[in-house]
């Protein structure tokens, strides 16, 4: 598995976009991985995990083609999460009288100037996975038709239970929604491709007793969990503070649940408490975490 970090922020970005606090500042000042940008990431090529706002602007400065985009797993409907608006442009072109443009590889750029649309190009089929209320949410968006979904889009949702695992043999690849606490319906993902597995834990307060078993019947190559207020030292349901990260960690390490290598990774950090990245970095790097970073890939 190779993952590519096209967001590693919670949901006020970082710099936060109404704040001028030191942390915030330093963010401006300094640029690179202090920048960070909503969450989502991406495994391997093909699949995508959450759809931020800044999906698209992200893979274009990382060198990622979301066009060939398979798969798309949703944890939940927040919007730091779920950007809803991407999908419409999916779209194909018409043309005047409302005849549908088959996308085709052979485009004529003169006849072309005539449509209207804002897809040309043939566009593999994009599965969308999540809890039920993922779907309301993009049906909330007044731009997307849910009746274009197969002639247009090309996209269709598969709505999950806790619980549930998919096996999808043709994009060699199986997930199981794991519920978290987190104030709305979410899933995390145990993701096993290629003989690697993952637990992609966003957003997570915490487990009930039963999910931590499902998830002590694995054996992981990594971990990628949110450390959204980092040094807070209060702990605040919906999400985890490093002290709740390290009580995740001391979970896998007393259940023996690493494969060999023990990879722990930081994501979806706010800015007001957890420090600019280097100083994180320092700060956690003695419990064996790796903060992530906006454009970070790691591939085990
Ligand atoms: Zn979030
Ligand atoms: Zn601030
Ligand atoms: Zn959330």
Redesign the pocket.
């Known amino acids: 598995m190779r993952l590519t970090f096209l967001g590693t922020s919670a949901?006020e970005n970082y710099p936060a976009l109404w704040c001028n606090c030191p942390n915030c500042e330093y963010a401006r000042r300094h640029g690179g991985k202090n920048i960070r940008q909503n969450t989502c990431t991406m495994l391997d090529d093909d699949v995508m995990l959450d759809l931020s706002n800044h999906a698209f602007q992200s893979s274009l400065l990382y060198g990622r083609d979301l066009t060939a985009l398979r798969l798309l797993l949703v944890t939940?409907r927040?919007k730091?999460?779920l950007y809803t608006h991407h999908l419409i442009w999916r779209t194909k072109m018409r043309t005047a009288d409302n005849r549908i443009i088959e996308p085709t590889n052979d485009i004529d750029m003169d006849e072309a100037v005539h449509w209207m649309g804002s897809r040309l190009t043939p566009l593999p089929w994009l599965d969308i996975y999540g809890h039920e209320s993922v779907y309301r949410e993009i049906l909330q968006n007044d731009r997307y038709h849910p009746e274009l979904e197969e002639e247009v889009y090309k996209v269709a949702f598969h709505p999950l239970r806790s619980g549930e695992t998919v096996f999808r043999p043709d994009l060699d690849i199986s997930f199981t929604a794991v519920a978290s606490r987190?104030g709305?319906p979410?899933f995390n993902y145990i993701i096993e491709r290629g003989g690697t597995t993952l637990l992609y834990a966003l957003?997570c307060g915490s487990y009930e007793a039963d999910m931590l078993s499902l998830i002590a019947k694995y054996r992981y190559d990594c971990v990628v969990i949110e450390g959204t207020f980092g040094l807070m030292p209060d702990r605040f349901e919906?999400h985890q503070n490093l002290d709740k990260n390290l009580e995740i960690m001391r979970f896998f390490d007393e259940n023996r649940l690493w494969k060999t290598e023990k990879r722990f990774i930081i994501t979806h950090m706010s800015p007001h408490w957890t420090p600019p990245h280097e100083e994180y970095c320092r700060i956690v790097a003695p419990y064996g975490m790796t903060v992530a970073y906006d454009g970070m890939s790691v591939e085990f």
């Open positions: 949901g939940h927040h730091d999460h987190h709305v979410t957003d919906m």
